[in-house]
């Protein structure tokens, strides 16, 4: 159209006139020049070069499909899809299941995260052994009958073990503290005066966690304080981590009729979730076999 001459001038209408008056950018139109043309042949389809193994393509993604639905979970990326290809034999590299994730439309969906620098977070909140740092905090969902809820929850940053959860109609600092209580008499051996003494609790900056009454108690426990870095969600990410696995497996994929059966429900949840997720820090270990690898136990008071 650009070169037509144009009957009443005798000239071409010209790539400016042309782009304007179809409301497409220049660049568009030469991009679109420059494209080779299409052929009836379709692109090849990039392989894995050397030998396939034991195991083709075609046989691998049908494991990788058996494995993902018969996982309890939503959301497990290749590494953990992996990891239990490998618990039944079935060897193969971690990027060749990611590629056949990823070309048959299997992988997990992602959120691309924030850049933090070394003044937001400079170090490890992950410590050497379970019951040296625990982690708490709160999120929201929906029933039925009681509207919205909060759920509380509490984990151990070493091994990432729910140790607690708790839902309640009103988010009060007292309804905060029920995950941490659970927790000290399942893992503690009882409620009692410094039962939790040399054991830092990580918390972030919300009203539940910094009210008198919440920091006079868990100082009677024998935590350490250790609030976050504020609008710095990783200073607290284990706890982050877990409500995300929760949401991703429970609280967004149920509908719960009242907040005592969500409670009940958490209950469950958190038995399958330390018995049966793995995780990659812990070497493709669940919660509880880490805790169990580490000479530790639950001490259920009497």
Request: with cysteine; net charge positive; aromatic share 8%.
């Amino acid at each position: 159209m650009s070169q037509t001459v144009s009957p009443s001038i005798g000239k071409r209408y010209g790539v400016h006139r042309v782009a304007r008056l179809w409301h497409v950018p220049r660049s568009t139109v030469y991009a679109r020049r420059r494209r080779p043309p299409a052929t009836a042949d379709p692109p090849p389809v990039r392989q894995r070069p050397g030998p396939q193994g034991p195991c083709d393509d075609a046989a691998l993604v049908g494991q990788i499909r058996a494995v993902l639905a018969r996982s309890p979970f939503h959301g497990e990326g290749y590494r953990k899809v992996w990891a239990r290809l490998r618990i039944q034999d079935v060897r193969t590299s971690k990027e060749r299941v990611r590629r056949l994730m990823r070309e048959h439309g299997l992988q997990a969906p992602q959120r691309p995260g924030q850049v933090h620098g070394p003044e937001a977070h400079d170090g490890s909140i992950i410590p050497d052994g379970p019951n040296q740092m625990w982690g708490t905090d709160l999120t929201a969902t929906v029933t039925v009958q009681d509207g919205s809820v909060g759920v509380f929850v509490a984990v151990d940053h070493y091994t990432a073990e729910c140790v607690g959860l708790h839902a309640a109609v009103r988010c009060t600092r007292f309804e905060a503290l029920e995950p941490l209580r659970q927790a000290v008499r399942e893992y503690l051996g009882g409620f009692r005066q410094g039962a939790a003494q040399g054991l830092a609790l990580r918390h972030d900056h919300g009203s539940q966690y910094l009210a008198d009454a919440f920091q006079h108690e868990i100082r009677f426990l024998g935590f350490t304080s250790s609030p976050a870095f504020v609008r710095e969600p990783e200073g607290n990410g284990c706890a982050e981590r877990f409500i995300r696995t929760l949401k991703e497996n429970l609280l967004w994929v149920r509908t719960f009729e009242t907040v005592e059966d969500l409670r009940l429900a958490l209950l469950d949840f958190k038995r399958l979730y330390n018995q049966h997720w793995i995780i990659q820090r812990l070497g493709y270990r669940t919660p509880a076999q880490a805790r169990k690898d580490a000479g530790f136990t639950a001490e259920i008071a009497a």
